[in-house]
Nanobody, 125 residues
Framework: QVSLAESGGGLVQPGGSLRLSCELS????????MAWFRQAPGKERDFVAG????????RYADSVQGRFTISRDNAKHTVYLQMNNLTPEAPVVYYC??????????????????WGQGTQVTVSA
């Protein structure tokens, strides 16, 4: 059974940076594509960024392109989301997700079977 443990959320000022981390346990990390989704209050969970098994291929939502960077350290079984130049917004929960090879190339919610508990990020002065 896959377990995903996120960390790194918190309060940050507009224009600031934050790095989220997510460690996978219970299964072989390199067997999973990894991604981050986010959910604002009253809205659906949206794709933010994804990375393939090796870390060579990444994908970003248009809204974060150029500001966020996803990466993975296969030796540490951990995926990261570096978020720069954050803009003011209500508390948003970021979810770390893991998906099998079956859905390679797909970055929708349904392509990821395992979800973390989420970590909240608030960007406010």
């Amino acid at each position: 059974q896959v377990s995903l443990a996120e960390s790194g959320g918190g309060l940050v000022q507009p224009g600031g940076s934050l790095r989220l981390s997510c460690e996978l346990s219970g299964r072989t990390f390199t067997s999973y594509r990894m991604a981050w989704f986010r959910q604002a209050p009253g809205k659906e969970r949206d794709f933010v960024a994804g990375v393939d098994f090796s870390g060579d291929t990444t994908r970003y939502a248009d809204s974060v392109q150029g500001r966020f960077t996803i990466s993975r350290d296969n030796a540490k079984h951990t995926v990261y989301l570096q978020m720069n130049n954050l803009t003011p917004e209500a508390p948003v929960v970021y979810y770390c997700v893991a998906g099998s090879r079956v859905y390679t190339g797909l970055w929708t919610r349904g392509a990821f079977s395992d979800w973390g508990q989420g970590t909240q990020v608030t960007v406010s002065a």
